[in-house]
């Protein structure tokens, strides 16, 4: 075996595994870089800030299925622990590498020395140093299996040196690619026969069942196997908002999101079903609204791929301990072979919910008030977002609305969202952009969110990453509206409304000023033509709608 470098190992692990961008802040593995120049046609994409790097990561990842690669030099080593966090929570393969200390300086006050390795610890799967040459391979190899296996999630490589130097250095190496890793899911591990036919039995005897089907249903591309099922027995769909793209809206078994920031009527058809078949969720406290939708005691099945999940929540009737397609496709195999069931009440029931909440909420979604309403915004963008579009969302109020209010129309289109960090839609529809360039990347955020990551637009310009950025600009983060007026008592002060509120700012001309396409939107009646022309301008685009600060999300029905 012949002397290499770990660079050139490195580049060509990330060549064979199919990588196509890294975000990253420098210096970090310089050598590394200038191979994945010589080596590959990788893009090196370089931002303004170790937590976008991550988030943009993150978004390549989750709208490729493939491991998405950010780093940061040891100084920049927290950052990206922190930009992870969202990756962990929405079980999002992402591969973090850093610098880290030398051994033969540890200990003496070397410039920037601190030992990061502990604050990766709760927010990855795997957490590990590379200190020879050597290891390179074994180690990246290991970092891409574990991102992608099992419950996906992030992993952290901490190579020695500041800057990972150890990349320079020679050893007796090759690189190792084990293409099954090269995304998610590498294994499609089978659900037991036996078990099978119970939750079969279980989902054919109940009267009123439902799937609340998550993240794992989108992991496993499992979405076409869960519709064919669900039509196969009659059964409505609920979805958490991980899974809001795994059953378009206009489906009529589909019933919206449930939980904390959902849709009314899938709340309430999930509250009167009398069985409840978890997919690919944990059930954790957003999708159930703290363990509320559907109350404790419910009939319950859990379907999923990680076995410590599975009745974590909830008692269970019978469980699938499986790769989610696998277990549905069998399932479907089996339905096939008995009688249909006949469940016209409930579904008239059912249909009978969302009726009752596109009539309560339809002046709102249509209405044409100045300054505009979110559900106006949610609207246009039900009916105008192109059918092969991607659609990125923020967390917060931007959650609230989307979540509840937008309608996907196609199955072709895709949905992602924040799994609970503010400002993380912008960085991440960047990298969502950069892993299906062909698509059309559509960012949905509001004023609060924008301003975390406003840097990155020109990081966007500079890339040519052509995303369209929605601002739901209201000039402040009323979310808290609520809170701050309850603790002042249960009324709205001049120095309460300090504490969520800002400077109003045209975002349109920033993003004019840096070299993207701004577009200012004051009347309902404007928004479709923006987004058309944004849609078409061939650069970064920055859509300002101007909405009105007193209007709030709706808060869950329980």
């Known amino acids: 075996m012949a002397k290499t470098t770990g660079a050139q190992v490195i580049a060509d692990m990330f060549k064979g595994y199919g990588v196509t961008h890294v975000f990253m802040v420098p210096a970090v593995l310089r050598r590394t870089f200038a191979e994945l120049e010589f080596r590959t046609d990788i893009a090196r994409i370089h931002t303004h800030g170790e937590k976008s790097a991550a988030y943009m990561a993150d978004g390549y990842a989750r709208a490729s299925g493939k491991p998405g690669i950010c780093m940061a030099q040891v100084v920049g080593a927290l950052n990206l622990a922190a930009g992870l966090r969202d990756a962990w929570l929405a079980q999002s393969p992402v591969i973090a590498m850093t610098g880290g200390r030398d051994p033969r300086t540890k200990f003496r006050k070397l410039y920037q020395e601190v030992d990061d390795v502990p604050a990766f610890e709760p927010v990855t799967k795997w957490n590990a140093t590379v200190d020879a040459p050597e290891r390179i391979p074994d180690m990246v190899r290991q970092a891409f299996r574990a991102a992608v296996t099992g419950a996906p999630g992030p992993v952290h490589l901490q190579f020695r040196g500041n800057e990972g130097q150890i990349d320079a250095e020679e050893a007796e190496m090759e690189a190792e690619i084990d ?31 439902i799937f609340v089907v998550g993240g794992g249903v989108r992991n496993s591309r499992a ?3 869960l519709r064919a099922l669900a039509e196969q027995l009659q059964i409505p769909v609920a979805t958490s908002l991980n899974a809001k793209d795994a059953i378009p809206a206009n489906h009529p078994l589909s019933v919206g999101v449930v939980g904390s920031y959902s849709r009314e009527s899938a709340n309430l058809t999930v509250k009167r079903a009398d069985l409840v078949c978890f997919v690919g969720t944990e059930a954790g406290g957003m999708t159930t609204h703290i363990w509320q939708v559907p109350a404790p005691g419910i009939a319950a099945i859990q379907i999923d791929i990680n076995p410590e999940t599975i009745g974590r929540n909830y008692p269970l009737q019978a469980s699938l301990c499986a790769d989610a397609r696998a277990a549905l496709t ?19 029931e059912v249909a009978g919910l969302k009726h009752r ?3 309560k909420y339809l002046p709102a979604l249509t209405s044409d008030a100045i300054p505009i309403r979110p559900e106006r915004i949610c609207h246009e963008l039900s009916l105008h977002t192109p059918d092969d579009a991607m659609v990125v969302v923020d967390t917060g109020h931007a959650g609230m609305w989307m979540g509840g209010m937008f309608d996907l129309r196609s199955a072709s289109q895709s949905y992602i969202r924040s799994a609970g960090h503010l400002g993380w839609a912008f960085p991440a529809g960047l990298g969502a952009k950069c892993a299906q360039p062909e698509r059309p990347v559509i960012v949905f955020t509001g004023d609060a969110g924008f301003w975390y990551h406003i840097a990155e637009l020109e990081t966007a310009v500079r890339w040519k990453i052509n995303t369209v950025v929605v601002v739901n600009n209201n000039g402040g983060g009323n979310q808290s509206k609520r809170g701050f007026d309850r603790v ?18 045209d975002f349109a001309e920033i993003a004019r000023s840096i070299g993207a396409v701004g577009i200012r939107v004051t009347q309902p009646a404007q928004f479709a033509g923006a987004l058309e022309q944004a849609l078409a301008a061939g650069r970064p685009a920055v859509i300002d709608v101007v909405t009105d600060i007193e209007v709030l999300a709706p808060p869950p029905v329980a």
Not at 330 to 348: F, H, I, K, S
Not at 491 to 500: I, M, P, S
């Open 357 to 359: 909440w596109y009539d």
């Open 330 to 348: 069998r399932l479907m195999e089996r339905a096939g072979t008995q009688p249909p069931v006949n469940r016209r009440a409930w579904l008239d």
């Open 488 to 505: 002042y008592g249960g009324q709205q002060t001049e120095k309460g409304r300090e504490l969520w509120t800002y400077t109003q700012v």
């Open 179 to 209: 293409e099954r890793c090269a995304r998610v899911p590498p294994f499609r591990p089978e659900p037991e026969p036996e078990q099978v036919d119970r939750v079969l039995a279980l989902l054919r005897e109940a009267a009123r069942p």
């Open 223 to 225: 979405q076409a196997e």
